[in-house]
C-alpha cells in the first residue's frame, strides 16, 4: 500500500464544536465528549466527504477530509465510511489505503454488502444478487422505450445499477419519467429501486445503509455513534441510529446541507455546509478530545 500525506496546510486555532440543535443530539454530543473511546464515527462518502461532481467517478475527498480523519481516529473506538459505491472504488477514490492514522478504517461498500478493511487491505463480499445481471441485459431496452431524456446515463455498480439524470437538459424531469419504468424492471428481477441526488440505483433488497450501521455498531460494540450523510440513501442510517438511541446508545444525526434533498436536514440533530462543514465538524471534533 503507498503513503498519503496526513497534516493539513492550514494554520487554526481549535474551535468549539457546532450545538446540536435538538435535545436528543445534545445528549449525544455530551456523550460522545465523555467517552470518545466507545464512539463510532461513520459517515457517508458522495456529499458528505467528497462534493458531488457530474462524473461520480471523479469525485475526491474535501482537501482536509484524509487529515482530519487521521487526526480524530486513533481518539474514538472506530470509523467507516458507508457508501453505495463499490468498497473498492471508494477505498480508490478516497484515498484511504495506507493513511497512517486511519489503520482501523472499514469501508461499508454497496450499503454493507462489501467491506474493506485497511488492516488487512482486502474486500469481503458475498455473492451477487442474480438480478442485478438480468437487470442491467434489460436496461438499455427499457430506457429506450421509457423515452430516456439525452444526457441519461448508467454506471455499472457491480452489485447494482445506477440510472443517471444530472446530465440532462432537466434533470429532475428526466428522473421523474424513469421512476416508474425502472421500478417495474427492478421488480420482475427481485430487486428495488433506492432514489437519490438525480439518480435512481437499481439493488438487491435487504441491503441498505441502516442495516450496514446496525450490525457494525453491533460488531464493534459502539457505545455511542455519530452518523453523517446528505442523500436519500442516508435515511435507513439515519433510522437506525433513531432506533439506536431508543434502546439507549446515543446517537448524533448530522445531515450534509444540499438544497437538492431536504429530508435529511428535517430529521438531523445539526446540520452543516456540505463537505467542507462536515470536515470542520470533525477537526472541532477531534481538537476537543485532545
Not at 63 to 71: S, T
Not at 81 to 91: K, Q
Not at 120 to 133: F, I, K, L, N, R
Not at 167 to 196: I, M, N, S, W, Y
Amino acid at each position: 500500500m503507498g503513503t498519503h500525506e496526513t497534516h493539513s496546510t492550514d494554520s487554526r486555532s481549535a474551535l468549539p464544536t457546532p450545538t446540536p440543535t435538538t435535545p436528543r443530539g445534545h445528549e449525544a454530543l455530551a456523550a460522545i465528549l465523555a467517552a470518545p473511546r466507545t464512539v463510532l464515527v461513520a459517515l457517508d462518502f458522495d456529499g458528505t466527504l467528497a462534493p458531488i461532481v457530474e462524473n461520480p467517478q471523479d469525485a475526491r475527498p474535501h482537501p482536509d477530509a484524509l487529515a482530519v480523519l487521521a487526526e480524530l481516529a486513533p481518539k474514538v473506538a472506530s470509523v467507516a465510511v458507508v457508501t453505495g459505491r463499490p468498497a473498492a472504488v471508494a477505498v480508490s477514490n478516497g484515498g484511504f489505503a495506507g493513511v497512517p492514522g486511519l489503520e482501523r478504517l472499514a469501508v461499508l461498500g454497496h450499503y454493507g454488502a462489501e467491506r474493506w478493511d485497511a488492516r488487512t487491505g482486502t474486500v469481503s463480499a458475498p455473492a451477487p444478487h442474480p438480478g442485478v445481471a438480468a437487470v442491467r441485459a434489460e436496461l438499455p431496452a427499457v430506457l429506450e422505450a421509457a423515452g430516456a431524456w439525452p444526457g441519461t446515463w448508467v454506471e455499472e455498480k457491480g452489485r447494482a445499477v445506477a440510472v443517471h439524470t444530472r446530465r440532462a437538459e432537466d434533470p429532475q424531469a428526466a428522473f421523474e419519467a424513469l421512476r416508474r419504468p425502472l421500478a417495474d424492471l427492478a421488480a420482475r428481477h427481485g430487486l428495488v429501486v433506492e432514489p437519490g441526488r438525480m439518480v435512481l440505483e437499481l439493488r438487491p433488497p435487504g441491503v441498505d445503509k441502516g442495516v450496514a450501521l446496525t450490525e457494525y455498531v453491533r460488531e464493534t460494540g459502539a457505545g455511542a455513534v455519530l452518523y453523517a450523510g446528505d442523500d436519500l440513501g442516508d435515511l435507513p442510517a439515519f433510522a437506525a441510529v433513531e432506533k439506536l438511541r431508543s434502546d439507549g446508545v446515543p446517537g448524533l444525526l448530522v445531515a450534509s446541507g444540499s438544497s437538492e434533498v431536504t429530508e435529511l436536514s428535517e430529521r438531523a440533530d445539526l446540520v452543516v455546509e456540505g463537505p467542507a462543514g462536515v470536515v470542520g465538524l470533525l477537526r472541532a471534533l477531534s481538537d476537543e478530545l485532545r
